[in-house]
Every structure is written in C-alpha cells, then in structure tokens.
C-alpha cells in the first residue's frame, strides 16, 4: 500500500524577483505597465520631497535659502527633466491604458475565424502611437529644458 504525504509542498520561486521584471506572453503591455509604476512611484517621491522643501519656508529666510541652495545643482536640474519624462511617459500610458479599459480603441468584435487574432494586437497599433507621442513630448521638453535656458 502507497502512502500519501499530508505536507504541503512549495514550488520554487524560480524567477525570483526578476519576475517581476518578465514581459512574458503579453510582452509590450507589461513592460509599460512596469514602466508606468516606476513613474508613478517616481512622481510620487518627487512630490514628497517637495512638500519637504517647499515646507521649509515657514522655519524662514535663512532655511529656506539654505534649502534652495542645496537643490540648485546640475544633478538637480537633470532629475527635474527626468520627472518631466516620468509625467510625460505616465500621461501618455495613462490615457491609453483608460481608452482601452473603456474599450473605446478595441474596435468592433470579429467573428473567431481561424488564425484568431488577439484584441491586444488590434490596440498595439495605439499603443505605439501614444508612446511615439511620448517621446515627441519629451524631446520638445528636452530642448526647452537644455537649449532654452
């Protein structure tokens, strides 16, 4: 007669934490997504730290000079075109993500006739544009931001 173990068996987490980074089989749209959350969370640290600094005008003059002279650097300057890419890229995503989630770019619903064709490549056409967009506006900003100033 068999026995049966009565322990619960764990699978390996194989992937680790580079899972969390895997496209896998939906490929582009999960690689915005993760994108979208990094800017998201980026957007979020800078406005943390802007309540911060612009706080720091209450303690008074002598505070507040001294806070904005430690954020007037080079570095600075590049990490706030860096947030304007992250709002830019998050902008972008996000009125695709809310068009799709509407259904207003899935188009009209085919018969499944053999090859079947899969609702997410009837949108990556959108996709892409919003994305070339993205960029669009992050190069106009690049050249405002560099070449302007």
Same mark, same amino acid.
């Not at 505070?63 to 904005?68: K, T």
């Given at each position: 007669?068999? @026995?049966?173990?009565?322990?619960?068996? @764990?699978?390996?987490?194989?992937?680790?934490?580079?899972?969390?980074?895997?496209?896998?089989?939906?490929?582009?749209?999960?690689?915005?997504?993760?994108?979208?959350?990094?800017?998201?969370?980026? *957007? &979020?640290?800078?406005?943390? &730290?802007?309540?911060?600094?612009?706080? #720091?005008?209450?303690?008074?003059? #002598?505070?507040?000079? /001294?806070?904005?002279?430690?954020?007037?650097?080079?570095?600075?300057?590049?990490?706030?075109?860096?947030?304007?890419?992250?709002?830019?890229?998050?902008?972008?995503?996000?009125?695709?993500?809310? &068009?799709?989630?509407?259904?207003?770019?899935?188009?009209? !619903?085919?018969? !499944?006739?053999? !090859?079947? #064709?899969? /609702?997410?490549?009837?949108?990556?056409?959108?996709?892409? *544009?919003?994305?070339?967009? /993205?960029?669009?506006?992050? /190069?106009?900003?690049?050249?405002?931001?560099?070449?302007?100033?």
């Amino acid at each position: 007669m068999k @026995t049966v173990s009565l322990e619960k068996r @764990t699978l390996p987490h194989r992937l680790g934490i580079g899972g969390w980074a895997y496209g896998g089989r939906y490929g582009l749209e999960r690689y915005l997504f993760i994108l979208h959350r990094i800017a998201g969370l980026s *957007i &979020l640290l800078y406005f943390i &730290l802007h309540i911060f600094i612009t706080g #720091q005008k209450i303690n008074g003059k #002598q505070a507040w000079d /001294a806070v904005m002279g430690s954020v007037g650097g080079t570095w600075f300057y590049i990490g706030e075109y860096l947030l304007f890419v992250a709002v830019a890229f998050h902008a972008m995503n996000g009125i695709r993500l809310i &068009l799709s989630e509407f259904g207003w770019i899935l188009g009209k !619903p085919k018969r !499944p006739i053999y !090859p079947y #064709q899969s /609702a997410n490549m009837r949108i990556r056409v959108f996709t892409w *544009i919003m994305m070339i967009l /993205a960029v669009i506006i992050m /190069a106009v900003g690049g050249f405002d931001f560099f070449l302007m100033h």
